[in-house]
Structures are given as structure tokens and as C-alpha cells.
């Protein structure tokens, strides 16, 4: 039976997710009334690709085996939706069992005959079950029964925000890092911004082809402030100037994050980062939304103008970022940064960093055999933070010996 779905600027629903979606159906349709059906193969045909490896069906007509591509959700998508291909009936031949078809990778809309309020849009339309494969954040009621209210019976979508739930997988910015920890972004304000953020700025800075992911970061760890902060400060640098963004783009970044006060300002921007571990169902550690994009960047505009100077600082952006992301330690193979995340953490909420880079110098540094100093104009960024955000006048304070110099 065909089912219309309206796509269109003027319907947000306030969920981050759903809306994010919405922006990638109305970047690939443009907005109008589509068969239900017909946006959900389109998806399909986006998030289903070859693996690259060939395998065997039995050709009932022919009775003969034949090759075909093998396909799989394409990652990091294979992580979040697992529904499996359709295999047809299956044959059993000199001992090995063969699908009867090349595995069809499908999802449907099965909607319900009668009319509800949809949980996500409050429309009143027929409704679908919502499963992972529209919303990675379904999948633990008893996490989310407050944030979603009446996820504890199960979220129930209309078709419109199914399909925006699937699309959402196309529009994410994600960072992983292998099976262990996987982040993903995702900006959320009135759709026509949001629209237009993901259309002259997201889209031209998107890192295509890797797995270790789609968002430009500027440094990365398994924690989500850290990650965060890297995500800015790498769309910070774009903003004083740009080889990868239009002039329009490179501008309207700025009215975004509040820099240019000559345009229009686009309402104020929420970023929405969330991590956890994938699995069976994603396993989620955090959600944190950020919103002081405007008072981070006055920060960090008056770092680099700081940096830029000092004679023998090249890269004044280059050198901030240095400065942020020392605070790691190297235990062997692995590499522990959670003095970063607390001292990214920090700097995100406007907060003292100063016991958390005490900490680490005690923890890492000291214990060093040969302490390494800190990052060339660390004491700078310090002091120029506790007189503008903390509001001190005097100079760094506290001296735990060499390892400040
Ligand atoms: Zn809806």
C-alpha cells in the first residue's frame, strides 16, 4: 500500500537526530510529498555496498552454483543496523548449505492501520516500532525513559521520521576507533540553518574514505570532551581562513560560532556528541550537548593572536593545538588521555583546568625519568585562560617546580 511522506524545511521536530535526517532527505530530494517506499530504496541504495569479496548462490533455475558480490551495510552503519540479508530458501549441496539468492538486504515500513500521535513529531499518522536502524539511541529504555517519554513501551514513529531516522546515518559527522569506542556529532538548530550549515560547511570539510572516520578532528581520543575539542578547534581554523570552504562558507561559520557581527546571526547552535561502545545494541556512555561556541572561539581567537606574536611560532593554530593535546600519556602500546578529556572538559564548560594539569603532571610527568617540559607557550594559553575566563589578574599561581618551565 503507498504511503506519502512529506519532506519539507517548516517541520522540525526538536529531536537532534530525526532532524539531522531530515536535512539529508531534503539535500537529496528537495522538499515535497515522495512515496514512502521509494525514499527508503534510495537509502538503501546509499547505506548497502559491495564488500568486495564474492561468494556462492544455488541458481534453482539452472541448478548450477553461481557468484555473486557479496553486499553489507556500509560502515560504520553495519555497526548500528544488523538487520541481516535474505538469503531465500536455503539448499543443502555435497554437505554445504547455499542461499537460493544473492542476500537481499531490505527494510520495510510496516505501519499499523490506525492513526497515532508519532512519539518524535506528534503527528498523527500511522505508526512503524522504531528500531536501531532509525535511531541508535533506541535501544536501552531504561536509559533513555526519561529523555524520550513513553520509551518504555517503545518509540513509535510515522513514516516521516523513520525514514529521517535512517537518513540520519548518512548525515552524522562520527569518529571510531575500531570496536571500542565509537562518537558521533551532529549539530541541531532550526532546520533552514541547519540546512545550510550541512550544505557550504560540514559537506566541504567531511573527511570521506577511512574508517577511523567522516569528522575533521584536530586530535581525538576515547573520550567525548576531548573529542569534542578537537572537532572545534578543527572548525575553528577554518574560520580565520579556509583552503576548503567557499568565502560563503568560511563566513557564515563565523556568524555561526558569533565571530562576524556584521551578518544575520543564525540562532545559537547546539551541538549534540555522544559516545559509547557498539555492539548488538549501542551501548552508550555519554550524551552532552554543547552550546558556548561563541565565547570558545573569542577564547580561542585571542590564543592564536597570542601565538602569531611569537617569532618562532609558525603556525599559531597549529601551536594551540599542540598545547591542548599534551596531556596524554604513552603506557606501552596504548595511549591514556584522560587528563585531556577533564582539562578538555574544562575549557568546554568554562571551568578550572588548573587540578586536572597538576594532576597530570604528577601522574606522567614526574614519574617520566627525564620529565619532558611542557609545550612551548602552554604557560601563555594558561595565563591568558585564568584571566579571562577564571577572571585572575595575577600570573600562574601555583609552581610545582620545573616541570611548568
Ligand atoms: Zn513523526
Known sequence: MSHFVTIDLSHPTGNFWIDNGLIVLIREFGEGKYEADDVLQCLLDKLVQKTGNKDNYYDEATGQLREYEKMNW??????????????????????KEYPTQPPKFELKIELRKKLDVCDLCGDKAPLIDAKMWMFPLIVDPNKFGNFYSGAKRGLRLCARCALAGLAGYLGWLWKAQGRDVFHF??????????ERLHREVLQPLRVEGGKGGNAPVAFFGPYIHETTLGLLLALFAHIRQSDQLSEEGRRYLAALFGVDTDSTLPSPFTLYAVTGVPGQAFDMKALREFTKFQALYHLYDRWVNIMSQKPRVDNPHQQIVRILQQFEAHQGAKRETVWRDKIAWAVLEFNDPFPFIEQFLFEVRAKEQNPRPLVWGTLDVLDLYLQEVLGMDEQF????GRLWT
Open 397 to 400: 599561581p601555583t609552581n610545582p
Open 74 to 95: 556500509v560502515y560504520p552503519t553495519n555497526l548500528f543496523i544488523k538487520v541481516a540479508g535474505n538469503p531465500g530458501k536455503k539448499v543443502k549441496l555435497n554437505g
Open 185 to 194: 556529532f551532529v549539530f541541531h538548530s532550526d532546520l533552514k540553518e541547519m
